[in-house]
């Protein structure tokens, strides 16, 4: 409301209600800009300790990593270990069965080598028995004959 002149000035009692008027209001805005401190300064807590909350999150977060890493590491190594020892008994194993082979090999010259022996000490065996000589005998007379 605008004041209005009066002879002497401006009218007082208008003066005095703007005044209180004014003052109510500086009073009014005094108390938002207190409230809206107090609520800036909770705020900034918060930020504070959310900040905190993620600073812990990445720390652990990074720290999971770190293991996890480190686990997967030794388990592979441990593959390649195992994947090593796997491959070497595998080795191993056909070099035995190769020798076992090549035992076999042997044993199978040997025995055929035995048995054309035995067959040819058989035969020299018949062919100097005299009942074979007899058969012979009788094969040239009866060839003789014809």
């Known amino acids: 409301m605008p004041l209005k002149k009066q002879l002497f000035g401006y009218n007082k009692e208008q003066v005095d209600d703007l005044m209180d008027q004014k003052d ?47 686990e997967a590491s030794e388990l592979i190594d441990k593959a390649k270990k195992n994947a090593n020892m796997i ?36 035969l020299e065996s018949i062919d100097q028995s005299e009942v074979y000589n007899l058969i012979n005998e009788d094969k040239y007379d009866e060839g003789d004959s014809l």
């Open 24 to 70: 109510r209001e500086i009073k009014s805005l005094n108390e938002q800009i207190n409230k809206l401190k107090e609520d800036y300064e909770h705020l900034e807590k918060q930020k504070s300790l959310l900040q905190h909350r993620v600073n812990i999150q990445e720390q652990t977060n990074e720290e999971i990593a770190r293991l996890a890493l480190k």
């Open 87 to 122: 491959l070497s008994e595998s080795l191993e194993y056909v070099r035995s069965l190769s020798d076992e082979m090549s035992d076999f090999k042997a044993q199978a010259v040997k025995f055929r080598a035995s048995v054309e022996k035995m067959s040819k000490d058989i």
